[in-house]
């Protein structure tokens, strides 16, 4: 359907085909879905890419000094036809992160759903040709797609390897591969939780 519609596009006809890539706000997720999203562009999407303030920051930073951090786009000099949007994760940019780890990560599954909504009430303007593209680990844009009347596909941004072990904590717990000291409400890859997060994820996407 989507190459349909490009075909039409580059003949004067149906819309050209929109998608909004959404990577959990981590480096190492953004770079496989900055990937993602160049190819789909290659494919005749027009592309909107949500990236969070804070994530932007490293990534620019990462490059050194010289580097207007308010002008860097990673998608500059592509050629490609992807737009780059910043949102908010709620907290203030000095915030460290990795320090607060825990608490970073309740903003992320309870605060940022809430900016990446409002930029996505802003830049889907016409739900009958969009669809989000949303990491499989960032489970609320499945929520506001269905808000907006639009598909969501989930997009695994780790090795298989990963996702076999996220997949399979429970018999690794079972059979004694790791230990786990006490039950104590804790992120995706640790410990039980790990299953808990897995299946809120496995449920969204089923939804």
């Not at 990491?135 to 929520?143: E, I, L, Q």
């Not at 786990?180 to 790990?194: D, E």
Request: charge should be neutral; aromatic fraction near 8%.
């Amino acid at each position: 359907m989507a190459q349909e519609a490009v075909a039409a596009n580059g003949t004067g006809g149906r819309t050209k085909p929109r998608a909004v890539v959404i990577p959990f706000p981590l480096q190492g997720h953004v770079i496989p879905a900055a990937h993602l999203a160049l190819r789909l562009a290659a494919r005749g999407f027009a592309v909107t890419f949500v990236n969070t303030e804070s994530v932007h920051q490293q990534m620019a930073g990462a490059l050194g000094l010289g580097v207007d951090l308010d002008r860097y786009d990673i998608f500059a000099g592509a050629g490609a036809d992807v737009r780059y949007e910043l949102v908010s994760d709620g907290f203030r940019l000095g915030f460290d992160r990795s320090l607060n780890h825990d608490q970073y990560m309740e903003g992320v599954l309870h605060v940022l759903p809430a900016h990446v909504e409002e930029l996505l009430r802003r830049v889907v303007v016409d739900p009958a040709s969009t669809c989000l593209v949303a990491d499989t680990f960032f489970v609320s844009p499945a929520t506001l797609a269905r808000k907006l009347g639009v598909p969501c596909v989930s997009f695994w941004t780790q090795p298989a390897l990963s996702f076999a072990l996220y997949h399979h904590m429970d018999l690794l717990a079972k059979h004694g591969h790791f230990k786990c000291k006490g039950n104590h409400l804790v992120m995706p890859w640790r410990c039980k939780s790990s299953v808990t997060f897995l299946q809120i994820v496995l449920t969204n996407l089923s939804n």
